[in-house]
């Protein structure tokens, strides 16, 4: 049976009509067009598709869409402001914390998670966070100097 | 509370979306003909051909040049009235950075910015015929062919500048987009005005000299990456994010095990089920839906039951099974005689050396996109060779190669494994069917089982140490993996290389798919040579790295050897020194490299901890120094898999590990301190980047655990079980 589901969806409104048991990866990807979630193992082992549900790192593809009704999905198109990009969007260009890209959304908002929470993490608790998010390519040096540069940056935006 | 008005403003903004590719098709650039001889439009073409040889590419030698695809060229620069610098190169980028490195060899040797400069990779209908992106080839191959098309334009441009300005070409020189007068330099003009309403075509004649390398300025600096900003933004599309109209996913009925075969299907519960489509094409049997959750829930309706076939093989005897189906295999290197070096030996020390199947495991899984329209079929694909692709797909569809058209999309981690491309032939026979576009993303699931994996191989060695410990004689066999970095480079009097099969997909005694893989051949190779040069040092009661160098005089090594020794802070000491210090050192087709790592084991858990690994590499001249670091850290990273814990376990056909849950591959906390360092070496072309970092570090891990702890294990992967046993074994 399909239910009605509304949320915000980067900050805009979003409806729409959908089986309340669909995974939110595909409901993003499939029904609105937004690619940056990744599909890489549909169990939750990878972190490919970790979007924020008011302001928590969630899998996407383990959540059902119905758990989102009303609240806050946030996707790496969410998160710079026009051409200005976040902290953390930063931090990842300037230690090119990436290869081929393909986990590189996830690892973004995952370490933006943490750093909503704790804005001067060690290194140990940014390693604990990452590690259930997998990097084939390799690039896990430069994402925890990525991770450690967007904290002294987002430090440094609030005074 | 949102108001009634936004809310539609959103769906609006949704369903037209629906209706929309989310992609410019044709990126300002339309080729109605494959004919690059007759491609419209104005501007200087130079037109290249990139001599790759034909060693050691495996079976896609095998695969023949489309005959639409002339010969004598397979790369183009166009340089356009609008100033703008193409180049046309069937190349894809993967994350190894071509992109960016060869975007750079172009800018230095014309003289423009690197933003002017548009790499135009692997899209069929724009791009001539290449053969794939693998092997560390790009830039050793592609690299000096581009720079010398870039010189010829230049001084074609030269040419033109001197007509137009009236001077003669000895007074011209070139900057930033410009050809200036030296002695008046306010006399110049852009190169897009030079071409401009004209139509110049030039085959590359080996005339042209490119600039020295001292004069370089872009070429070899570390500049950021082209690709980063759409990788931090979310904007690169990869095949998976192509959006059509009316396209549907597939998902496809698999069989538990590799040799299965259905023995009935029943599809009565697919009845009810809304927008769903069941196509069957000979044995592929799919269910379609207009999204991926609702093909896959369909797709778990269907009951499907298979004859088994028996399942006699497993990774436990896998590799005597395979010593045992060895072909006779060729003599890859040898030198004197090993009768007259044994001989020589006081000591005969020999060991045999296993590795498992190994997975590449992109995170992103093999996916395609094939629209079938009027005209032409287009295809979106995760690929290392788009033009395989092309060819593949046409030949299921019956339409000629050039009907066929891929289109470039980045792609999540190659490794080897988008060498094959089951996917794409998979959805261009489903889309037929369906008459409409199909997109086959494969779950983790489908994508170890398909995988086509790193060989499990064996290596025996004899060998034998002299009084004097000198190595005397060298008997080396390699089943399986093929000949890549077996060559001897030490000075040895009396040795045998001997390769008994490959590490290629045909004529092979695997039960399911295996091919190239990081290096193909070289990880299994070096892991058991530097193994056993470690074995002969300990035997000697030698430092490993003196032991090494005493059988060195190849300049390029001793150089790599002792700056790595430098950077690590090795002190000499014969192992098992207690210090868990581990060495090893490789020549992976003309690019040397070195690694030295330190270990910690946890003697209740069997964890190996890596501490710190450092990486000395000479690649000959480095185009883009930050770019090359990446490369190496990524395979020392990588690496720590295939050394600590990557295995396929399997029963005959069945794969038991198919999804990240049992298959182990390297995590954050696995991270060590990691350094990496490029070595200067200009007088030597620039050699490959890609892979040669990774093969060394199953030995230098191996190494390492014996100089911690005094043990020898001769078998990949050396995880958590093998250290415990062998632990026990020793108390």
Known sequence: MKQKISFYLNNRPVILETEPDRPLLWVLRNDLKITSPKFGCGEGYCGACTVLLDGEAVRSCQTEISRVNGRHVITLEGLSDGEKLHPVQQAFLKHEAFQCGFCTSGLILEILALLQKKPKPARAEILEVLEDHLCRCGAHKRIVEAAEEAAALMRGGRK | MIKKEKWEEIEAINNEKISEPNLNLNNGLTLSRRDFLKISGTGLFVFFLVGEPGKFLGDFQTQPRPREYPDDFNAYLLIGEDGRIRCFSGKVELGQGIKTSLAQILAEELDVSLEVVDMVLGDTALCPYDM??????????????????ASEARAVLIELASEELKVPKERLATENGFVYDMEQPERRIAYGQLTRGKRIERFLTPKPQPKPIEKHRIAGKALPRLDAKEKVTGK????????LPHMVYARILRPPVHGAKLKSLNLDELKDIPDIEVIQDGDLLAVLHPTFDGASKALKKIKAEFDLPPAELNEENIHDYLVKMAPQGNIVDQKGNLEEGEKLAREIIEATYLNPYVAHAPIETHTALVSIEKDEVKVWVSTQRPFGVQSDVAQVLGVPVNKVRVFPVYVGGGFGGKNAHRQAVEAARLARKAGKPVMVVWTREEEFFFDTFMPAAVVKIRSGLDQNNRLVFWDYTVF???????????????????????????????????????????????????????????????????????????????????????????????????????????????????????????????????????????????????????????????GLGYALSEEIHFRGGQILDLNFDRYEIPRFSWLPEIKAVVLENNSVPAQGGGEPAIINVGAAVANAFFDKTGIRLTRLPLNRRRVLEALKEKK
């Open chain 2, 132 to 149: 794939g992106t693998f092997g560390s080839r790009t830039i050793k191959y592609f690299g000096p062919a581009l720079r010398q098309a």
């Open chain 2, 236 to 243: 690169a599309l990869y095949a998976g994010d192509i959006i």
């Open chain 2, 480 to 638: 399986w993996a093929g000949d890549r970095s077996s060559q001897v480079f030490y000075d040895i009097p009396h040795y045998r290389v001997l390769s008994r099969g490959g590490w290629s997909g045909a004529a092979s005694a695997h039960l399911f798919s295996v091919g190239p893989w990081r290096a193909p051949g070289s990880n299994t190779n070096v892991f058991a040579r530097e193994s056993h040069l470690d074995t002969l040092a300990a035997r000697s009661r030698t430092d490993p790295l003196e032991f090494r160098l005493a059988h060195l005089t190849n300049e390029r090594m001793r150089r790599v050897l002792t700056r790595l020794a430098e950077e690590f802070g090795w002190r000499p000491a014969a192992a098992p020194s207690g210090r868990g210090y581990g060495l090893s050192c490789a020549d992976y087709l003309g690019t040397y490299v070195a690694a030295m790592v330190e270990i910690d084991v946890d003697q209740k858990t069997g964890i190996i901890k890596p501490k710190r690994m450092v990486c000395v590499q000479d690649m000959g001249e480095v185009i883009n120094p930050e770019g090359a670091r990446q490369q190496i850290e990524g395979c020392l990273m990588m």
